[in-house]
């Protein structure tokens, strides 16, 4: 019999308590009556049938309950909705791009098992691979079971509509079956299609929007940089590698020259662990292999080793700070969502003890009506948690700023059904975990007394538990507060930081010429004197020119750098960024020439080979002499400085400047003419640069009607593209921030008005025995500060550990930034003011006959 009764508890207590006695004495009946199997089969069958529809029926009554409560109370369930609603959609939103980037593998077979390997040097430590380092890597290592080579150019697609850039990968046969994916159409590059006539495998996008989804594209030729391209394939809408942007693949072959020059660093290595091999065996083989290749050739790779990773793990630190930030600031939020809820649910069930010692005196349970409390929050938190999923759906296009250009994923995350069951986990937490203690203490409603009209509402304790959430609260919104504060100081240096250039009323044109129909360099030179020539003739246009890669679009060249009668040293010590440029680029951005001559048009082959260097590539070569004339080994050959000019940041403004070597156009060579030639066209006007544009196009196709416009952008905006991720984390931030200092004042607001109104009588004693009005308004005022206090002490502490955590995101800002803490103190400080008014001036205006009558 005490089994059954332990079986007795599937049902509700307060069905248990009427019928639990009865169900007992049927049970034993049938014991004696059936026997004791076939009674236990009976009752079995009956508990599990009876107590679902019981618990169902009970269920239904609830939410019958609620939805005539909340159509009582609409103020405090929007309330409720839109706190729950913040919170559930920030964490929504951050899990999804955290989920997306860091957590969720990759879209390839066995993607932990896909491995990048770089070349190392003491000043860099990834650093693209030789052809020789990648051939000897692939033939002495046995951890892989295959290792391939690729790299990444734009090429002129031409014969389709308009001409256009294409962004594409360069690719060795064994590369795309390393990864897995098949080709949706066709097929993938093999080792034949490097021995044969020229092949493409197409993007899924590229494919619809230049063919139109068309199946009989396979076989058909296109014209890369003019060279016909059979396609053989068309890939998945999913597969993105080596990233998003890529839109075709071609085949990759090395010849004998690439094979014996291992100074010539351009290819990305991707390998395969091998069925057995573990990830710390393989890396420890490739160090033995690197030490030994610059054992062997230790004028070429002297201080270069490898550095191996898996694919996943190439997202960079910082995009990984700026990830892990966002995921803490909306846990920020969510805090402050679950802190308000159990303070609203706290308030409201004081409110309501009259009504549950009615239903109490009629004769509900504690269980009964603990049961109705908890259904009421987790339909709050239902209701809100579905417009938070709606917030997330909304935000998410807002955050792809923070996914990182270095992984083979698409540019946005989608909602499905696994970040949707994180939000139904958030919501369950919110609404059980946070309702269940507010209902626990409505629940013991004290009889009676609750019946009374002037029975004082909420008790000490109450008071303290609201105030711990409220101090929460406070704490929260000074840690947001004090993070985007350093994020904002951070970005303010960052653009008050000298460019050594000027931006405004500039703009950049991408007219990368194919080395095919523009391999000489004296062709490629008219081509950019015709178009210079038309630019400048513009009205408007005040100068123009061309150099290899503009500021901040991050290419150039890294070179090393041999000062006469001392050898080159592969580190970041000797080296120089490297850029070709026409006459006129210095003055067409402003950079200063400190010294010598600008480059000239008679600066070519047939002459003396000539530079112009930066400031900090003299310093760094020449600190105590006159740089002019000295002569330095760089690119191939032997150089003279005939300028110097300013420092410029070229590769972003949170890296500072690096050493430049600037090289007239016409001593490019021609084989170099894929990887360095001229191909950003700079334009200073004094009219709005971009509706310059259509005439640009115009010059350019009447000199070659197949040459593209690419990549149109003003100096500016490619300064904001610099900055952008860090940007969005401002903004994000700074929006939880505010929205943490507004749930805060609201926190305090709501627990004093709640003070306020129960502790009535105590104020109208007060005020009957003497006490000022004003000096009542300055004890509501005090209880508010005091509870800011207790949450800005310890938020203020844990700021500077989440500052010290996100330190490589601060730039010539200290985690312990005294104006910043200083800032976000006077803006807790003021929101709790705010909201301590209101209930002050109510406390101050208690009529104390009214107050001690009500008693």
Same mark, same amino acid.
């Given at each position: 019999? #005490?089994?059954?009764?332990?079986?007795?508890?599937?049902?509700?207590?307060?069905?248990?308590?009427?019928?639990?006695?009865?169900?007992?004495?049927?049970?034993?009946?049938?014991?004696?009556?059936?026997?004791?199997?076939?009674?236990?089969?009976?009752?079995?069958?009956?508990?599990?049938?009876?107590?679902?529809?019981?618990?169902?029926?009970?269920?239904?009554?609830?939410?019958?309950?609620?939805?005539?409560?909340?159509?009582?109370? =609409?103020?405090?369930?929007?309330?409720?909705?839109?706190?729950?609603?913040?919170?559930?959609?920030?964490?929504?939103?951050?899990?999804?791009?955290?989920?997306?980037?860091?957590?969720?593998?990759?879209?390839?077979?066995?993607?932990?098992?896909?491995?990048?390997?770089?070349?190392?040097?003491?000043?860099?430590?990834?650093?693209?691979?030789?052809?020789?380092?990648?051939?000897?890597?692939?033939?002495?290592?046995?951890?892989?079971?295959?290792?391939?080579?690729?790299?990444?150019?734009?090429?002129?697609?031409?014969?389709?509509?308009?001409?256009?850039?294409?962004?594409?990968?360069?690719?060795?046969?064994?590369?795309?079956?390393?990864?897995?994916?098949?080709?949706?159409?066709?097929?993938?590059?093999? #080792?034949? @299609?490097?021995?044969?006539?020229?092949?493409?495998? &197409?993007?899924?996008?590229?494919?619809?929007?230049?063919?139109?989804?068309?199946?009989?594209?396979?076989?058909?030729?296109?014209?890369? @940089?003019?060279?016909?391209?059979?396609?053989?394939?068309?890939?998945?809408?999913?597969?993105?590698?080596?990233?998003?942007?890529?839109?075709?693949?071609?085949?990759?072959?090395?010849?004998?020259?690439?094979?014996?020059?291992?100074?010539?660093?351009?290819?990305?290595?991707?390998?395969?662990?091998?069925?057995?091999?573990?990830?710390?065996?393989?890396?420890?083989?490739?160090?033995?292999?690197?030490?030994?290749?610059?054992?062997?050739?230790?004028?070429?790779?002297?201080?270069?080793?490898?550095?191996?990773?898996?694919?996943? @793990?190439?997202?960079?630190?910082?995009?990984?700070?700026?990830?892990?930030?966002?995921?803490?600031?909306?846990?920020?939020?969510?805090?402050?969502?679950?802190?308000? &809820?159990?303070?609203?649910?706290?308030?409201?069930?004081?409110?309501?003890?009259?009504?549950?010692?009615?239903?109490?005196?009629?004769?509900?349970?504690?269980?009964?009506?603990?049961?109705?409390?908890?259904?009421?929050?987790?339909?709050?938190?239902?209701?809100?948690?579905?417009?938070?999923?709606?917030?997330?759906?909304?935000?998410?296009?807002?955050?792809?700023?923070?996914?990182? @250009?270095?992984?083979?994923?698409?540019?946005? =995350?989608?909602?499905?059904?696994?970040?949707?069951?994180?939000?139904?986990?958030?919501?369950?937490?919110?609404?059980?975990?946070?309702?269940?203690?507010?209902?626990?203490?409505?629940?013991?409603?004290?009889?009676?007394?609750?019946?009374?009209?002037?029975?004082?509402?909420?008790?000490?304790?109450?008071?303290?538990?609201?105030?711990?959430?409220?101090?929460?609260?406070?704490?929260?919104?000074?840690?947001?507060?004090?993070?985007?504060?350093?994020?904002?100081?951070?970005?303010?240096?960052?653009?008050?930081?000298?460019?050594?250039?000027?931006?405004?009323?500039? &703009?950049?044109?991408?007219?990368?010429?194919?080395?095919?129909?523009?391999?000489?360099?004296?062709?490629?030179?008219?081509?950019?004197?015709?178009?210079?020539?038309?630019?400048?003739?513009?009205?408007?246009?005040?100068?123009?020119?061309?150099?290899?890669?503009?500021?901040?679009?991050?290419?150039?060249?890294?070179?090393?750098?041999?000062?006469?009668?001392?050898?080159?040293?592969?580190?970041?010590?000797?080296?120089?960024?490297?850029?070709?440029?026409?006459?006129?680029?210095?003055?067409?951005?402003?950079?200063?020439?400190?010294?010598?001559?600008?480059?000239?048009?008679?600066?070519?082959?047939?002459?003396?080979?000539?530079?112009?260097?930066?400031?900090?590539?003299?310093?760094?070569?020449?600190?105590?002499?006159?740089?002019?004339?000295?002569?330095?080994?760089?690119?191939?050959?032997?150089?003279?400085?005939?300028?110097?000019?300013?420092?410029?940041?070229?590769?972003?403004?949170?890296?500072?400047?690096?050493?430049?070597?600037?090289?007239?156009?016409?001593?490019?060579?021609?084989?170099?003419?894929?990887?360095?030639?001229?191909?950003?066209?700079?334009?200073?006007?004094?009219?709005?640069?971009?509706?310059?544009?259509?005439?640009?196009?115009?010059?350019?196709?009447?000199?070659?009607?197949?040459?593209?416009?690419?990549?149109?952008?003003?100096?500016?905006?490619?300064?904001?593209?610099?900055?952008?991720?860090?940007?969005?984390?401002?903004?994000?931030?700074?929006?939880?921030?505010?929205?943490?200092?507004?749930?805060?004042?609201?926190?305090?607001?709501?627990?004093?008005?709640?003070?306020?109104?129960?502790?009535?009588?105590?104020?109208?004693?007060?005020?009957?025995?003497?006490?000022?009005?004003?000096?009542?308004?300055?004890?509501?005022?005090?209880?508010?500060?005091?509870?800011?206090?207790?949450?800005?002490?310890?938020?203020?502490?844990?700021?500077?550990?989440?500052?010290?955590?996100?330190?490589?995101?601060?730039?010539?800002?200290?985690?312990?930034?005294?104006?910043?803490?200083?800032?976000?103190?006077?803006?807790?400080?003021?929101?709790?003011?705010?909201?301590?008014?209101?209930?002050?001036?109510?406390?101050?205006?208690?009529?104390?006959?009214?107050?001690?009558?009500?008693?």
């Amino acid at each position: 019999m #005490r089994l059954y009764r332990a079986l007795l508890h599937f049902y509700p207590a307060s069905f248990r308590n009427e019928y639990g006695d009865e169900l007992a004495r049927v049970f034993a009946q049938r014991v004696a009556e059936r026997g004791r199997f076939i009674a236990w089969v009976e009752a079995l069958g009956d508990i599990v049938r009876s107590a679902l529809a019981v618990h169902a029926d009970l269920l239904a009554q609830d939410v019958r309950y609620t939805a005539r409560a909340m159509r009582r109370a =609409p103020g405090f369930v929007a309330t409720a909705i839109l706190v729950v609603a913040l919170g559930v959609g920030a964490n929504t939103a951050a899990f999804t791009l955290a989920d997306f980037v860091l957590i969720r593998p990759l879209p390839f077979p066995e993607p932990d098992r896909l491995v990048k390997i770089w070349e190392s040097t003491p000043g860099y430590a990834r650093m693209e691979a030789s052809a020789a380092n990648f051939r000897d890597w692939k033939n002495l290592t046995t951890s892989f079971s295959g290792m391939g080579a690729y790299s990444t150019f734009a090429v002129n697609l031409v014969g389709t509509t308009v001409p256009r850039r294409l962004a594409t990968a360069i690719v060795t046969y064994d590369v795309l079956p390393l990864i897995g994916v098949p080709a949706l159409l066709g097929r993938t590059i093999t #080792r034949a @299609d490097s021995l044969g006539n020229p092949v493409v495998v &197409l993007s899924f996008a590229l494919w619809q929007s230049e063919f139109g989804g068309d199946a009989a594209v396979i076989g058909r030729q296109i014209r890369l @940089d003019g060279t016909p391209h059979v396609v053989i394939g068309v890939m998945p809408p999913t597969f993105n590698f080596p990233t998003r942007e890529i839109e075709a693949w071609t085949p990759l072959v090395l010849d004998a020259t690439r094979l014996t020059d291992r100074n010539d660093n351009w290819l990305e290595v991707l390998a395969r662990l091998r069925p057995g091999a573990s990830f710390a065996q393989a890396a420890t083989e490739l160090r033995l292999v690197a030490a030994q290749l610059e054992q062997k050739y230790p004028k070429e790779l002297e201080n270069t080793g490898v550095t191996v990773l898996r694919l996943r @793990d190439e997202v960079s630190n910082k995009s990984k700070t700026l990830l892990l930030a966002l995921c803490g600031a909306a846990l920020c939020i969510l805090l402050l969502a679950c802190a308000n &809820l159990a303070s609203l649910l706290l308030a409201r069930a004081v409110s309501r003890e009259r009504e549950i010692a009615v239903r109490a005196a009629l004769g509900a349970g504690r269980e009964r009506i603990v049961r109705q409390l908890v259904t009421e929050s987790v339909a709050l938190a239902v209701l809100g948690g579905g417009a938070g999923v709606l917030v997330a759906r909304l935000a998410i296009p807002a955050l792809t700023r923070l996914v990182p @250009d270095t992984l083979p994923i698409a540019r946005q =995350p989608t909602l499905d059904a696994r970040i949707l069951l994180f939000a139904a986990l958030i919501v369950t937490i919110t609404g059980l975990a946070f309702g269940v203690l507010p209902a626990l203490r409505a629940g013991g409603a004290r009889g009676f007394v609750g019946l009374r009209s002037g029975a004082r509402a909420g008790g000490g304790r109450k008071q303290r538990a609201r105030g711990v959430l409220v101090a929460i609260e406070v704490g929260a919104s000074v840690v947001l507060l004090i993070s985007s504060g350093l994020l904002m100081r951070t970005m303010w240096r960052l653009q008050t930081v000298d460019l050594g250039f000027r931006s405004e009323g500039a &703009l950049m044109v991408r007219t990368a010429l194919p080395w095919q129909k523009y391999g000489v360099t004296l062709r490629r030179a008219n081509f950019h004197a015709r178009v210079l020539a038309g630019v400048r003739g513009l009205p408007g246009v005040r100068e123009a020119a061309y150099i290899s890669f503009a500021p901040m679009t991050m290419g150039g060249g890294i070179w090393p750098v041999g000062t006469i009668g001392m050898p080159m040293i592969r580190d970041d010590a000797s080296t120089a960024s490297l850029r070709f440029v026409t006459p006129r680029y210095f003055s067409t951005l402003g950079i200063p020439i400190r010294s010598g001559r600008d480059v000239e048009d008679a600066d070519d082959t047939t002459r003396t080979f000539v530079a112009v260097v930066s400031q900090s590539f003299a310093k760094r070569f020449w600190p105590n002499e006159e740089p002019i004339g000295k002569r330095f080994g760089f690119a191939f050959h032997e150089r003279t400085v005939v300028g110097v000019v300013g420092d410029v940041r070229m590769r972003g403004l949170e890296r500072p400047s690096e050493p430049q070597v600037y090289i007239p156009e016409k001593q490019v060579e021609d084989n170099w003419l894929m990887f360095y030639a001229p191909q950003d066209l700079v334009v200073r006007a004094s009219v709005p640069p971009a509706s310059l544009l259509p005439a640009i196009r115009q010059i350019v196709h009447a000199i070659d009607p197949e040459q593209p416009v690419s990549d149109v952008k003003t100096l500016d905006e490619l300064i904001a593209d610099s900055t952008a991720a860090r940007a969005t984390q401002l903004r994000v931030l700074g929006v939880l921030a505010v929205v943490a200092l507004l749930l805060a004042s609201v926190g305090i607001h709501g627990l004093l008005s709640f003070a306020v109104s129960s502790r009535s009588q105590e104020i109208g004693v007060r005020l009957a025995l003497g006490a000022r009005s004003a000096t009542i308004a300055r004890m509501i005022l005090r209880e508010g500060m005091m509870l800011a206090v207790a949450g800005i002490v310890p938020g203020v502490l844990v700021a500077y550990a989440s500052g010290r955590a996100m330190a490589s995101l601060l730039i010539g800002v200290q985690p312990g930034d005294a104006p910043t803490i200083g800032v976000a103190v006077v803006l807790c400080t003021a929101a709790t003011v705010i909201g301590c008014l209101r209930p002050a001036l109510r406390a101050a205006r208690v009529d104390p006959i009214a107050a001690l009558r009500s008693e």
